[in-house]
T-cell receptor, first 113, second 114 residues
Framework: QQQVKQSPQSLIVQKGGISIINCAYENTAFDYFPWYQQFPGKGPALLIAIRPDVSEKKEGRFTISFNKSAKQFSLHIMDSQPGDSATYFC????????????FGKGTRLSVIA | NAGVTQTPKFQVLKTGQSMTLQCAQD?????MSWYRQDPGMGLRLIHY???????DQGEVPNGYNVSRSTTEDFPLRLLSAAPSQTSVYFC?????????????FGPGTRLTVT
């Protein structure tokens, strides 16, 4: 049972455009929603995270939008650059009970000049 | 700090061979995990540990063994390699908990089983 559904599987964006990746979850007990960025040949690294009591979090060109009632959250990359080309994973965290982090299946982003 | 280190970086095995993937962290993190990454499948949890001497199974544990004798090391053993175990393996650690949003990943081991 996939607890976090991520779309699209792959995305091609022109340089300077906006990249949008969406995720949906079912379990309302999740209490943190991080995004991980993975460059080819490297391990994933935490990019940005949001709590469910916040509707938006922005760090530079990266923004998480969170819709608690719809149980959806999304990553927006403004002014996308070729250096943003990577695989992005959304995830859901439940700190209580040592439940492992749940990952989406990933989105491969290619930013072309 | 070196963070999370994994060795080897690449490995080719024949079906039936056994080997150990090494993982070490120097951040004194209690929580460590092993994931495998396959195209279109995302990151799938193999085994995890909440402290030295304590391990448990994740989503896809079959064919793998782990042990945790020290806080720093968390090796993953393939008992009898199969082509289905061809994958990229990542070790991760966390100070805040298994479900902490902040996990630190190693650089990965790319394993091919022929």
């Amino acid at each position: 049972q996939q607890q976090v559904k991520q779309s699209p599987q792959s995305l091609i964006v022109q340089k300077g455009g906006i990249s949008i990746i969406n995720c949906a979850y079912e379990n309302t007990a999740f209490d943190y929603f991080p995004w991980y960025q993975q460059f080819p040949g490297k391990g994933p690294a935490l990019l940005i995270a949001i709590r469910p009591d916040v509707s938006e979090k922005k760090e530079g060109r990266f923004t998480i939008s969170f819709n608690k009632s719809a149980k959806q959250f999304s990553l927006h990359i403004m002014d996308s650059q070729p250096g943003d080309s990577a695989t992005y994973f959304c995830a859901a965290s439940m700190k209580r009970g040592n439940t492992p982090l749940v990952f989406g299946k990933g989105t491969r982003l290619s930013v072309i000049a | 700090n070196a963070g999370v280190t994994q060795t080897p970086k690449f490995q080719v095995l024949k079906t039936g061979q056994s080997m150990t993937l090494q993982c070490a962290q120097d951040m004194n993190h209690e929580y460590m995990s092993w994931y495998r990454q396959d195209p279109g499948m995302g990151l799938r949890l193999i085994h995890y540990s909440v402290g030295a001497g304590i391990t448990d199974q994740g989503e896809v544990p079959n064919g793998y063994n782990v042990s945790r004798s020290t806080t720093e090391d968390f090796p993953l053993r393939l008992l009898s390699a199969a082509p289905s175990q061809t994958s990229v393996y990542f070790c991760a650690s966390s100070i805040s908990g298994l479900g902490s949003y902040e996990q630190y990943f190693g650089p990965g081991t790319r394993l091919t089983v022929t």
